[in-house]
């Protein structure tokens, strides 16, 4: 008879509206899934969910090894969570954008290296196949790019923090694996972000706005009024289909865990790094 012995385990620490993404992702793919909060309480809500061989309260006294460590967290709670939990995987993954302190992802990066785990900060757009083909078309054409627009719409809740939550997604879709970055307009309120500036000397805007309807892409418009689009799903030029994404995002990130590419890590690390820069650098002149 088979039991929850045969499934891999993962520890989600945070159960908050990402935490609970993932929990219930990784049940759909039969994982066991052990979850901590804050008191490391029970959530009898969350647990009715789902049944006792796939969802358990992580114990203090647990001294399993799990096949996957998500910390789904505040980036002002990253920190405390990470020195104690972050010895229960080989395979580590944060919720973007981690800590937004420089030294601290810095710090988290190098402790990573040192114990030869494999992290990534889970910027989960960047790894799809739209992107991937999208990056390659932007490093082999720029010359030819007008400008570059990122746009993000949605039903923001209670707005806040767009600077964390949505802006650091924005960020790594123009990370192109160089920090020739400029920011020169930058706007930020409960329920907008726009910021506009250049990629080298290709001048990008990008804007985060509240609706009711989910609106997420980027375009490239090229000097011979060409252009291309990719929204969540698929990539475009003008109106013609090039290429659809064959996973979801969360099984791409999750999969990447399967591979011996270094260089993916460590692109990985210098990407997280720069785009925590960059918010930092934003957040300190906005306290200024």
């Given amino acids: 008879m088979k039991s929850s012995i045969y499934k891999k385990k ?27 909060n804050r008191t490391l309480e029970t959530e009898n809500v969350l647990e009715k969910k789902y049944s006792y061989n796939q969802l358990k309260i992580f114990e203090k006294d647990n001294n399993e090894v799990f096949d996957i460590l998500i910390f789904c967290l505040r980036p002002e709670d ?36 040192r114990y030869k ?19 390659k078309i932007f490093i082999e054409n720029h010359q030819n790019i007008k400008d570059v627009k990122l746009f993000w719409k949605k039903d923001l809740g ?10 650091p997604h924005l960020l790594s879709e123009i990370y192109f694996g160089n920090e020739n970055f400029e ?11 726009f910021a506009k500036g250049y990629l080298g000397n290709i001048p990008f805007e990008l804007n985060i706005a509240n609706s009711k309807d989910r609106i997420h892409g980027i375009k490239i418009q090229l000097r011979n009024n060409h252009s291309y689009l990719k929204n969540e799903k698929a990539l475009y030029y003008d ?15 999750i999969y990447l865990f399967e591979k011996n590419d270094y260089k993916l890590f460590e692109d990985n690390h210098s990407m997280s790094m720069f785009i925590v820069k960059v918010l930092e650098t934003l957040l300190d002149k906005s306290k200024n």
């Fill in 117 to 135: 785990k494999k992290l990534l900060i889970n910027y989960e757009y960047y790894y799809t196949e739209t992107a991937l083909y999208l990056r």
């Fill in 78 to 113: 990253i920190i405390k969570a990470w020195k104690f939990y972050r010895h229960y995987s080989e395979n580590i993954l944060i919720e973007k954008p981690g800590p937004i302190k420089y030294k601290a992802i810095q710090d988290i990066i190098k402790w990573c290296q």
């Fill in 158 to 167: 209670d707005g806040g923090n767009l600077n964390w939550r949505l802006f």
């Fill in 10 to 36: 993962a520890l989600v620490v945070g159960t908050g509206q990402w935490g609970k993404i993932f929990i219930n992702f990784l049940i759909r793919k039969k994982y066991l899934v052990y979850y901590a």
């Fill in 239 to 253: 109106q013609t289909l090039i290429i659809k994404n064959d996973r979801s995002e969360l099984e791409q990130i």
């Fill in 183 to 193: 920011i020169l307009d930058y706007f930020e309120d409960r329920f907008t972000i």
